[in-house]
């Protein structure tokens, strides 16, 4: 898949065919989209907010879903 080859490209660091998938709970999953929209890709900052994970497995898991479009925001007001 040319997508999934460009998006490895991009992130060389962090890229990996074989990545296993990463399960969050929908509180972190919040809580990685509103930390992400005040810092950006500011893993470590995140990470230090999302007790028991580490940078590098956020960054994994925002690529992924990202790039599988399968990331949608929370809809509570």
Known sequence: NNKSE???LMNAEVCSVEWKFINMSEQE??????MYRLVGDRW???AGRVPGRKAVEIERYWIMRKNTHIFLP???P
């Open 44 to 46: 470590e900052i995140i």
């Open 29 to 34: 999953e919040d809580l990685i989209l509103r």
């Open 6 to 8: 460009e998006v490895c």
């Open 74 to 76: 929370s809809s509570k």
